[in-house]
């Protein structure tokens, strides 16, 4: 039988919950888990450009139309949008704006 698996990354502790290819860049995903973890990463390299836990499970993950800002949506109610900043030629990523909505919500808001 043949092998399909091209890339493999370990960048959670548990089980994923989510992920999102960026529309305008392939080589982006976000993941979000079961381990509260939320990641971007880089598919063409297999860098993690940028990770961040939070309290609760991220069940969803999306980015904005222009891919300019990027979510995470967790099962403590909360919505978390931040803004993808360029400096330098290096990703900076700000944290913008907390939305206290349930998770199915957050498609409204971008």
């Known amino acids: 039988m043949p092998e399909f698996i091209v890339e493999a990354f370990s960048y959670h502790k548990d089980s994923i919950q989510a992920v999102k290819v960026n529309r305008n860049n392939k080589n982006e995903i976000l993941t ?39 979510i995470a949506g967790c099962l403590n109610n909360k919505i978390y949008v931040m803004k993808i900043m360029k ?24």
């Not at 030629?89 to 409204?108: D, P, T």
């Open 32 to 70: 979000g888990g079961l381990d509260n973890i939320f990641n971007l990463i880089r598919i063409d390299s297999g860098n993690n450009l940028f990770s961040k836990t939070y309290d609760e499970t991220v069940a969803f993950v999306d980015w904005s139309n222009d891919g300019s800002k990027i």
């Open 87 to 110: 400096k330098k030629n290096l990703l900076n990523y700000m944290f913008w704006k907390v939305l206290m909505r349930k998770s199915h919500l957050c498609r409204h808001i971008l």
